[in-house]
Structures are given as C-alpha cells and as structure tokens.
C-alpha cells in the first residue's frame, strides 16, 4: 500500500505484540507496525491475500489495563521473506467494536 493512501500514521513498535486466531488460537505473527486502521504482520507461515481473520491482538505488557484487542483484519498483501520460511503481510483493520478501538488508541499512545 502506497504511503499515500494511508490514513493514519504506521507506529513501528517496541512493544511485543502479537496476532492470534480468534477461532482456532493460532499464532499469526507479531506485529511489526501498527496504526488505528491497519498493521503489518511477521509470521511464521505464509498467509493468503484476500483472507478475513478475526483475530486478537495481545500485549505483552498491559499497558493502562489494556492487554488484549479483539478485530477482525483483511489481509491485503502478503510476500515471502528473504529466506522462505516468513512472511511479511499487510492488514487492513475492518471491524472493531468501540471499547477496541479506544484500547488500540490506548495502545497507539504507547509506541
């Protein structure tokens, strides 16, 4: 995605946060930057284009009572990393109930 079209600025984290599987409680990956519209995923295993999650987004530090975020993310690209085994994956945040969204703004104030 162009910088352009971005809405909000991308925070590149300190923070250890990481992206499970709402359903299934499958890792997805860690987040390597984060914004209130979207983030951009490390993972482990290569993640399809296109595909929905609703997923949680943990802290690994609870930062003003907030630990864990629940959304659901559109997957907008994903590539392989330099030596196949990761993959780097853009998300577009889709759904997010309002007390989320006022925990991610919590979140966003700390990085």
Do not use: Y
């Not at 352009?4 to 990481?18: A, K, S, Y």
């Not at 999650?53 to 690209?77: F, K, P």
């Amino acid at each position: 995605m162009s910088d352009e079209r971005r809405l909000h600025d991308r925070h590149h984290t300190e923070l250890q946060l990481e992206i499970f599987d709402l359903h299934s409680g499958r890792r997805l990956g860690r987040v390597v930057d984060l914004s209130a519209d979207g983030f951009m995923l490390f993972s482990d295993t290569l993640l399809a284009a296109d595909e929905l999650v609703e997923c949680r987004l943990v802290s690994e530090q609870v930062i003003e009572g907030v630990g864990e975020i629940r959304l659901a993310a559109d997957c907008l690209w994903s590539r392989p990393g330099a030596n196949g085994q990761h993959c780097w994956a853009g998300f577009h945040i889709i759904d997010l109930a309002e007390d989320q969204a006022a925990a991610l703004d919590v979140l966003l104030k700390h990085l």
